[in-house]
């Protein structure tokens, strides 16, 4: 019998309370105010529709899509940040996310300071954090900023900082939202040897990322959104292929709206 997938999305939906005016800019204002009231304010923004994917433990899995597409919603979803409006997420494992640069970090503290609060926000003990904290600032590689506040950092740095607690919390899943793009192309590098020896001892790796090339090279599989539902899902390669291909064309989807009829969620299981 086949190993139960470690990442199960079956049929999720996600709603945002109305993003209302917030997105229309002034002169949209005018036009859009009145179905604003008509709707009762309570209109909801379908960022996920029907979104229906696997993940197997170990795979290194990308989610892809234009801006808005709804990654950065689904790699939520995975780290129960949020809950679905609909249908159901399991995960099996100790997720890890790194889904914001410099979440759960203090402007004022030091690098090093940081270095311990975010490990014990990411559920390690102060003595786990202690023991890891010389391996942790190594991995950063920050040098004598390591002791100067948090605020001055450059956001590559925030992410060396995050990425190298990150890389020692033991996850069985490691979710990254677009962290790596901001790291130079040596910490880059040290990053993915990371995430291979990750891939080594069996953790699973989800990533959102807009650098094709990275997906292509560093991922198995892939989950191409767009407008909020699953256009494919396959090898990574293909995918890139396919959302490359999308792009070329003259109008990408954008995310549907709850008053547009549901779209045909297409499901992606992983491969046997
Ligand atoms: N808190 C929120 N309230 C209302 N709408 C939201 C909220 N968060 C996201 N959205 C909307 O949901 C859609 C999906 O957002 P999401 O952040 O998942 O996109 P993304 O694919 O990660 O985009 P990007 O590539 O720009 O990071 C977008 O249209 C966005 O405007
Ligand atoms: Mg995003």
Do not use: W
Not at 48 to 65: K, M
Not at 216 to 242: F, K
Request: glycine content about 8%; some cysteine; hydrophobic content about 40%.
């Amino acid at each position: 019998m086949s190993e139960l997938p470690v990442v199960q999305f079956r049929s999720v939906t996600k709603a945002y309370a109305s993003r209302a005016l917030s997105h229309v800019g002034a002169k949209g204002l005018i036009t859009s105010f009145p179905t604003y009231l008509r709707q009762g304010r309570s209109a909801k923004f379908v960022a996920l529709r029907d979104v229906s994917f696997d993940i197997a433990r170990g795979e290194r899995f990308a989610v892809i899509g234009v801006n808005g597409a709804g990654k950065s919603t689904t790699l939520a979803l995975i780290a129960r940040v949020m809950r679905p409006t609909s249908g159901t997420i399991e995960t099996r494992g100790h997720v890890c996310p790194l889904l914001e640069l410099g979440a759960g970090f203090h402007p004022d503290l030091s690098g090093r300071e940081n270095v311990t609060l975010n490990g014990v926000l990411l559920g390690m003990t102060k003595r786990e954090v202690r023991a890891k904290t010389a391996s942790i600032l190594d991995f950063a590689g920050l040098g004598t900023f390591i002791d100067e506040p948090l605020r001055t950092y450059s956001a590559g740095m925030s992410a060396r900082l995050g990425f190298a607690v990150a890389v020692h919390l033991d996850p069985d899943i490691l979710l990254v939202d677009e962290i790596l793009a901001v790291g130079d192309a040596s910490f880059q590098k040290k990053c993915l040897d990371r995430i291979n020896e990750f891939h080594k001892r069996g953790v699973t790796f989800v990533m959102v990322s807009h650098d094709s090339n990275m997906v292509r090279t560093t991922c198995d599989r892939a989950v191409l959104l767009n407008g909020g539902s699953v256009h494919m899902c396959d090898r990574a390669d293909r995918v890139v292929d396919e959302y490359h291909r999308l792009l070329e064309q003259p109008r990408v989807a954008p995310a549907p709206t709850v008053e547009q009829k549901p779209s045909e969620g297409k499901a992606c299981l992983t491969q046997s």
